[in-house]
């Protein structure tokens, strides 16, 4: 497990030494400055079970997945210069699937926000227009 961490920072320390794309060094800072803290928060807003968790959530999965598509487009449209490409260990396991991760996780985050957040806006459209019919059979 060891060399697998140590493999890792090895080609991630070499995609970033080689990158001198000011547009790549400032979308990692948005996630370093940005994302981080904002992760801290959506775990905060679940452990409290806060009303604001599942905006929380939607925003942080965005973040997420627009860096990670971003990261893959650049890449590509830069010929994958900062790898091997078909290797099977630094391209298809490293590059392809562990990235994947990121866009197939906060995808179903943000599934399950839109799902939370419809149910709640449901509720709250059919008590407001309860109140309303309400006041209109009184004739308020």
Known sequence: MCEVIGEIGVFVFVWCACSSDSFM???ENITAFV?????????YAFV????YRYVAQLVLSLCQLYGDVLYFTIEMCDGFTHGPVGHPLYFWFYFVFLNSLWIFVPFA???ESWKKIIVSQDSMDS???NRSKKRILKGS
């Open 25 to 27: 060094v400032c979308m």
């Open 35 to 43: 994302d981080g803290p904002l992760a801290f928060l959506v775990t």
């Open 48 to 51: 409290k079970q806060t009303s």
């Open 109 to 111: 985050c943000i599934i």
């Open 127 to 129: 008590t407001y227009d």
